[in-house]
């Protein structure tokens, strides 16, 4: 038995270790290139990304999913994958098969007021209490959809619940009628025949266009059969102009075009009619439409080919991006790093829960989460540097990415305060906060691209990047403290294991701690050390943006929401460390401080984007303000819970009996 606990850390390695194996393994096309194709590259929200991104970033925004579901499958069968569309085959139906993709139900709908108005109710596809529709459903309501919309106010603030969700959907429709047109015009249902037709009519109906000009007789039905489809290019090209994000799929071929020069399909097939002449990449895309809508794989997979081998000698780089880009999607290293970090805290609290009745037990159990904590770190630090390399930036450049960044540092003081107090708890630590931050970028990168251009002024030099880097430490550093003293205050409140005491010789020792020490002296030590070193990069990361401030906007300091929040971090820590020196405080005013010190964070972290003002409102305005005040609540809700007095905490309770010490886990093997 003690043979097969021991066993258990490695037991779970080489499960994960599988899986990610799986993962990581090259996989191979089917009948369809459709890999192939997801690699191609292509243009849009001004960067170049895969064709794979363009699927997945537009699905993230009208479903909140980055694939589409082929079959549904009952709650309860929860060990059953379904089968799910990848965003390179939905993307695929939607460019060059719109009818099918018009019956994949990806637009949500979960107003119930709005499903009422627009008559849906018993329609759609119901998963996890959610109702998700097809464009063919929506269609006859798309009339009542618009009208609603218009009906917002401009500002997002002054919009009710209901307004939120029907912009949300007119957006998702608008945005998805955008992608139909985005590789071949609406009207060609053949856009191989159709291309060939449409050469064949420009010069008679260029010339009819010239006679009629100079007044002169021209055949009236050669000008009529070439301007209906120009009069559409220009529409699909006016729009273009106008803000519509269609995908840039053309790359430039005339000499005189600037390598980044990418444009819409309708605008190269107009270039077409000035110079009497289709490029290879137009001829490629329509042979890939028609290919793919009659079902033909061979000539899908060869124009596919083609346009690749088109590509090479002068987008290499592109080239390369899409691959690496399309790899990172398709590990997905952040998902399978939030699923390690969740089973991590499971075995975490398994081992706390059976320190006292099976010590072997929770030492294997302890063992195993923090060996699970440094596979799902590896994850998360190989997504990480992946993100730098595709993007050529630091480790911060948006919301989404601090997050990411911001959860990766609490892991890592998880881990650092593991290996010094073998207590468990920083194993508690690092899997949590891997998991939270993790799930708060996921639901940032709903919004879209995730990898999107940077603004200028936040595009320049050293000072930005290391400024950045440095008071994100200290961010992540203040809610490690945080979440340690939210620990203290659940253990001391509900359990007796905060005046347990960790004997000498145990595994579990503590070094350089004393022969015994209790778990509430180890938690405060923790406690304290973390916000020693977030003042420490609070401060650091709070002049260096002061210095990339003065060299980018001419001042060092301007009193910008953003700026004030990152000094009132500086300054909530520096007054936790006075407080704690002068005796103010002792082991409980230290993590009620600390857990308030959460709400500081977070409000310089996401509340300060929510005004709307100043020179850093780069994020979102108030689409998380209702999450930002449940996490502030809570807060309070704990700091309220460590305030009722010790002689009701469970840990602190008098019962006439002297505070033992923690069996030594070796000794109680042996027995």
Not at 356 to 375: G, H, M, T
Request: proline share 5%; aromatic share 12%.
């Amino acid at each position: 038995m003690k043979r097969l606990i021991n066993l258990l850390p490695w037991f779970f390695v080489a499960l994960f270790g599988i899986e990610i194996i799986a993962v990581m393994v090259p996989k191979k096309d089917g009948e369809f290139h459709t890999r192939d194709f997801g690699r191609l590259p292509a243009v849009m929200n001004g960067r170049v990304q895969p064709f794979d991104s363009v699927g997945r970033n537009t699905l993230l925004q009208i479903r909140s999913t980055g694939d589409v579901p082929l079959e549904e499958v009952p709650s309860w069968k929860f060990w059953h994958h379904p089968k799910k569309l990848r965003s390179s085959e939905w993307l695929l139906e939607v460019l060059f098969k719109s009818e099918v993709a018009d019956t994949r139900p990806i637009f949500l709908i979960h107003h119930p007021e709005l499903l009422s108005e627009l008559n849906l109710q018993d329609k759609g596809v119901e998963k996890s209490g959610l109702r998700y529709y097809t464009f063919n459903e929506l269609t006859p309501v798309l009339e009542e959809i618009q009208k609603q919309a218009s009906k917002a106010p401009q500002e997002d603030k002054l919009r009710t619940p209901l307004q939120k969700q029907v912009l949300k959907l007119y957006n998702g429709i608008f945005l998805y009628q955008t992608m139909k047109a985005a590789a071949r015009p609406p009207s060609w249902d053949d856009p191989e025949k159709n291309l060939a037709a449409f050469e064949k009519m420009i010069e008679p109906g260029m010339i009819a266009m010239r006679a009629r000009d100079a007044g002169q007789e021209h055949d009236k039905q050669a000008l009529a059969v070439f301007w209906r489809p120009v009069t559409e290019l220009f529409s699909l090209s006016r729009d273009g102009l106008a803000g519509q994000k269609y995908p840039l799929v053309i790359p430039p071929y005339q000499p005189e075009q600037k390598h980044d020069d990418w444009t819409s399909m309708a605008q190269a097939l107009l270039e077409g009619v000035r110079t009497r002449d289709f490029s290879q990449p137009v001829k490629a895309f329509t042979v890939m439409a028609s290919a793919y809508a009659r079902g033909d794989a061979a000539a899908f997979n060869t124009a596919v080919a083609q346009h690749k081998a088109w590509l090479a000698p002068s987008f290499g780089k592109e080239i390369t991006k899409g691959r690496h880009e399309f790899f990172f999607n398709d590990t997905k290293s952040f998902l399978h790093a939030m699923i390690i970090y969740v089973a991590a805290f499971v075995l975490a609290a398994g081992a706390l829960l059976t320190l006292n009745a099976v010590p072997s037990l929770s030492e294997s159990l302890r063992k195993s989460a923090f060996y699970l904590i440094i596979l799902a770190g590896v994850l998360h630090t190989f997504g990480l540097i992946f993100r730098m390399y595709l993007e050529a930036r630091p480790p911060v450049t948006n919301l989404y990415s601090s997050a990411i960044f911001i959860g990766w540092g609490a892991v890592v003081l998880g881990v650092i305060l593991e290996r010094v107090y073998r207590l468990g708890l920083g194993n508690i630590v690092a899997s949590f906060a891997g998991f939270v931050t993790l799930v708060i970028a996921h639901n940032l990168a709903l919004g879209g691209d995730t990898m999107e251009m940077m603004r200028a002024v936040l595009d320049t030099n050293f000072w930005l990047a290391t400024h950045v880097v440095t008071v994100t430490l200290g961010y992540a550093s203040t809610f490690v403290a945080g979440l340690l003293a939210i620990v203290f205050i659940v253990l001391g409140v509900f359990t007796p294991m905060l005046r347990q005491k960790i004997a000498a010789g145990s595994p579990r020792k503590t070094a350089p701690a004393p022969a015994s020490t209790e778990i509430s002296k180890a938690l405060a030590k923790m406690v304290y050390a973390i916000i020693c070193f977030a003042t420490l990069f609070s401060f650091i990361g709070t002049v260096l943006g002061g210095i990339w401030a003065d060299q980018s906007w001419g001042r060092f300091w301007g009193w910008d929401p953003k700026e004030n929040g990152a000094l009132i971090i500086v300054l909530w820590n520096a007054v936790i460390l006075h407080a704690r020196w002068g005796g103010i405080v002792k082991e409980r005013g230290l993590m009620n401080m600390a857990i308030f010190g959460n709400i500081v964070t977070a409000w310089s972290w996401f509340g300060v984007n929510m005004l709307g003002i100043g020179l850093h409102a780069y994020g979102f305005m108030d689409a998380a303000f209702k999450w930002l005040m449940i996490f502030i609540m809570s807060q309070l809700a704990i700091i309220l819970l460590g305030l009722i007095p010790l002689r009701l905490w469970r840990s602190f309770r008098s019962n006439g009996e002297p505070t033992r010490p923690l069996p030594n886990v070796t000794d109680a093997a042996a027995a």
